[in-house]
C-alpha cells in the first residue's frame, strides 16, 4: 500500500490529544493475554538496526533461519527485532517493495514459523531521534512510517505481532514525549485494530523513566522497560557510553567495598576510581535487584497494566564470566518472580547468549542456565 505525507492533515489533529490514564483493567484483558507470549526472549541486535547500511548478503547471513530454529530450541518464545526507521523511508514514501522490507518480512515470517513471538521494533538512529525533539517535522515523519508499517503487518497473526513505538526515545522532556508516544499509539491504532501495542517511558526507558509515566487511554498497550543497573558492572568495559565505564575491567557482582577494592586502583581518573567505590558501597545483590525491579511491578499494580523487561544484560567482554552469570541469574529471577516478561540483549555480540566464530554458532550453557533455560537439541 503506498503511504505517503498526504494522509497526515487527517490525523494531525491528534496531536492536540491529551494523554489520559488507562481506565482499570481485568488481568483476563487482550494485553495481560499476550504479555504471557512474551515471557522469556531475546533481542536480534544489529541485524535491521544500529548499522546504517544493509546489504542483502548481510542481512541473510548475519542472523539465519538456522539462527532463529536455535533460539527456539534453546527455549526462547520471542524476539524483540531492532529495525532501523532510516532504512524503512525509501518504502514509505514511495510504496514500492524494496529489498530490506523484503528481507525484514522473510525474518517476521520465519521467526513465526518456528514458533517465536515478534516484537516489531523502530530502533533508530540518534538523529532520527533528535528530529522529534522540537517542531513538528520529526514528528509527522514517525506518524508516516508507522501507519505504513502497522497496515503491513497487520494482517499477521495479532497474538505474536506485537508493534514497539520507539527504542529508548532519549526525549528529555517526558511530557513532550508521552505527547508524542499518544499521537503514535492512535495512528498504529487507526491501521492495526487487534494489535497489541508496546509504549514506552521518556529518556532510556529505566525504571525511574517508568514510574513518571503516565499510561495511554488504549488498554491494548504492554509498557516496557530497559534494566542495566547497577551499570558499573554491566557495562564495563564499554566504550560508546559513560566515559567511567571504559577502563573498567574485572568489576565483581555481587558488589561490596571489600571485593572492588583491588579495582580502584585499576582506573586511571578519579571519577573512575568514585564510580567503582560507590558500587561496592551500594552493596548490588539479588536481594537489592530483587528490590529495584519490584517498583516496575508496584507501577504495574497502580496502573493496572503489563509491565515488560526489553532489555537487560551484560557486557561479556572483560566482565568476569561468574560474576556475569550470577548477575543474569538474579535479574531473571526477580523479574519472573513480579511475572515479568522479559528479552535479554543479546543473541550474538559481547552480550550475546551465543559466540558465532567461523561460521560455528556455540550457545553460552552458563547463561542459558542463568536464564532459566536449556541446551539445544543436537
Known amino acids: 500500500m503506498k503511504t505517503s505525507r498526504s494522509f497526515l492533515p487527517s490525523v494531525l489533529c491528534l496531536l492536540l490529544l491529551p494523554v489520559l490514564s488507562a481506565a482499570a483493567q481485568d488481568p483476563t484483558a487482550i494485553a495481560y493475554q499476550r504479555a504471557r507470549n512474551l515471557q522469556h526472549g531475546i533481542n536480534t541486535s544489529l541485524w535491521f538496526a544500529q548499522m546504517g547500511h544493509y546489504s542483502k548478503d548481510y542481512l541473510e547471513t548475519f542472523t539465519t533461519p538456522q539462527d532463529l530454529e536455535l533460539i527456539h530450541q534453546m527455549g526462547f518464545d520471542h524476539i524483540r527485532l531492532s529495525i532501523d526507521a532510516d532504512a524503512l523511508e525509501p518504502w514509505v514514501y514511495s510504496g514500492q517493495p524494496t529489498m530490506f522490507l523484503d528481507e525484514l518480512d522473510r525474518a517476521v515470517h520465519t521467526a513465526l514459523a518456528d514458533h517465536l513471538s515478534v516484537i516489531i521494533d523502530i530502533h533508530p538512529s540518534d538523529e532520527f531521534k533528535a528530529t522529534l525533539f522540537q517542531g513538528s517535522d520529526g514528528v509527522y515523519r514517525f506518524m508516516a512510517l508507522w501507519h505504513a508499517l502497522a497496515a503491513h503487518y497487520a494482517p499477521l497473526d495479532p497474538d505474536h505481532v506485537f508493534f514497539e513505538i520507539l527504542n529508548e526515545p532519549e526525549q528529555s522532556d517526558p ?118 525491579v519490584g517498583y516496575a511491578e508496584k507501577w504495574s499494580q497502580l496502573h493496572h497494566v503489563p509491565v515488560y523487561c526489553g532489555e537487560f544484560g551484560s557486557y561479556g567482554l572483560v566482565a568476569p564470566p561468574a560474576s556475569r552469570v550470577a548477575w543474569i541469574h538474579d535479574m531473571r529471577v526477580a523479574l519472573e518472580k513480579y511475572n515479568i516478561g522479559w528479552a535479554m540483549w543479546d543473541y550474538q555480540t559481547p552480550f550475546g547468549v551465543v559466540s558465532k566464530t ?21
Open 358 to 378: 567461523s561460521g560455528v554458532t556455540t550457545p553460552n550453557l552458563d547463561v542459558l542456565q542463568a536464564l532459566g533455560l536449556h541446551a539445544p537439541q543436537s
Open 175 to 292: 511530557y513532550r514525549w508521552m505527547g508524542i508516544q499518544a499521537t503514535i499509539a492512535s495512528v498504529i491504532r487507526q491501521a492495526a485494530p487487534q494489535n497489541t501495542i508496546i509504549a514506552t517511558a521518556a529518556h532510556y526507558s529505566g525504571i525511574p523513566d517508568l514510574l513518571q509515566l503516565e499510561p495511554l487511554a488504549d488498554p491494548n498497550v504492554i509498557y516496557t522497560f530497559h534494566d542495566y543497573e547497577p551499570f558499573p558492572f554491566t557495562h564495563q568495559g564499554a566504550t560508546w557510553t559513560l566515559p567511567q565505564s571504559r577502563y573498567e575491567h574485572g568489576i565483581p557482582y555481587p558488589s561490596t567495598p571489600e571485593n572492588v577494592a583491588p579495582e580502584l586502583s585499576e582506573e586511571p581518573t578519579l571519577a573512575g576510581q568514585l564510580f567503582v567505590d560507590q558500587y561496592g558501597w551500594d552493596r548490588w545483590d539479588a536481594a537489592r535487584i530483587d528490590d529495584y
